[in-house]
Nanobody, 117 residues
């Protein structure tokens, strides 16, 4: 069973930055299309960024130009650099496979991001 561990969240002021990390315990991490999701209170979980095995990226319109997803296959890790953060980015952030239709059943604990002055 794949283990997922997210880290790097915290409290940041509007306009600030955070870098999230997600470590995946699988021997074949490099073949997976990976994604970052977020869930705000009272809202459904949404995909905000994804990266293919070849390194192609895509973003939700709400974060385009502010967030950057990347991966290090040698470390089985996917990252999310978040810049120009806004209060509406406040959510618990999770990583999983990059398509909502093919996610692993076991999600990690997530990492809380709070953007507030």
């Amino acid at each position: 069973q794949v283990q997922i561990v997210e880290s790097g969240g915290g409290l940041v002021q509007p306009g600030g930055s955070l870098r999230l990390s997600c470590a995946i315990s699988t021997r074949i991490f490099s073949i997976y299309h990976m994604g970052w999701y977020r869930q705000a209170p009272g809202k459904q979980r949404e995909l905000v960024a994804s990266i293919t095995s070849g390194g192609s990226t895509s973003y939700a319109d709400s974060v385009k130009g502010r967030f950057t997803i990347s991966r290090d296959n040698s470390k089985n890790t996917v990252y999310l650099q978040m810049d120009s953060l806004k209060p509406e980015d406040t959510a618990v952030y999770y990583c999983n496979r990059g398509s909502p239709m093919t996610t692993w059943n076991n999600w990690g604990q997530g990492t809380q991001v709070t953007v507030s002055s």
